[in-house]
T-cell receptor, first 112, second 114 residues
Framework: QKEVEQDPGPLSVPEGAIVSLNCTYS??????FMWYRQYSRKGPELLMY????GNKEDGRFTAQVDKSSKYISLFIRDSQPSDSATYLC????????????FGQGTTLQVKP | DTEVTQTPKHLVMGMTNKKSLKCEQH?????MYWYKQKAKKPPELMFV???????INESVPSRFSPECPNSSLLNLHLHALQPEDSALYLC?????????????FGPGTRLTVT
């Protein structure tokens, strides 16, 4: 079993929809939870990170962490065609060596 | 500015060639990382440098040789690669390795080994 599970999709939604992307994990030592966006043939772009449980909002993006369920989510409101990309969740423990544990990535397509 | 630059953007090399990938950041970060990414897969960590010292080597074959000449630069020297080494090679940096949750990635070098 992988430490981080993420449905690869693809996920296709109409423009303006609310998108929900999710990851589950098994290692209770994870303390920081990140979401990266990666466009085709580009490097990953850090969208946001969250420490421990709770919510964090940045514009149209909201990250949620539920440590009791070992479940994290990224919500995208009013989705745009420019949001079409692969979204990678990543996690790291408190004994922070810099080693990120990534999910497989979910491919999102937002149709005009 | 959260920019990490990588050169070259594309590289095609034969199995007997020697080449180098370069990465640069001017954010004052003291941790730098090399990742390898195959198509439709997440990045895989190869090496971590912390304060110019190698702190993590993820059992990478010796045909990949990292170098950190100073706090802004990171090189990856390539020699006698195999076709299966073809991939996107990504560099990242963070304030230091304790801030690994805030890594900034470069655009990558797309490597093809023939």
């Amino acid at each position: 079993q992988k430490e981080v599970e993420q449905d690869p999709g693809p996920l296709s939604v109409p423009e303006g929809a609310i998108v929900s992307l999710n990851c589950t994990y098994s290692n209770s030592a994870f303390q920081y939870f990140m979401w990266y966006r990666q466009y085709s043939r580009k490097g990953p772009e850090l969208l946001m990170y969250t420490y421990s449980s709770g919510n964090k909002e940045d514009g149209r993006f909201t990250a949620q962490v539920d440590k009791s369920s070992k479940y994290i989510s990224l919500f995208i409101r009013d989705s745009q065609p420019s949001d079409s990309a692969t979204y990678l969740c990543a996690m790291i423990g408190s004994s922070n060596t810099g080693k990120l544990i990534f999910g497989q990535g979910t491919t999102l397509q937002v149709k005009p | 500015d959260t920019e990490v630059t990588q050169t070259p953007k594309h590289l095609v090399m034969g199995m007997t060639n020697k080449k180098s990938l370069k990465c640069e950041q001017h954010m004052g970060h003291r941790a730098m990382y090399w990742y390898k990414q195959k198509a439709k897969k997440p990045p895989e960590l190869m090496f971590v440098y912390s304060y110019e010292k190698l702190s993590i080597n993820e059992s990478v074959p010796s045909r990949f040789s990292p170098e950190c000449p100073n706090s802004s630069l990171l090189n990856l020297h390539l020699h006698a690669l195999q076709p299966e080494d073809s991939a996107l090679y990504l560099c990242a940096s963070s304030q230091d390795s304790r801030f690994g949750y805030e890594q900034y990635f470069g655009p990558g070098t797309r490597l093809t080994v023939t």
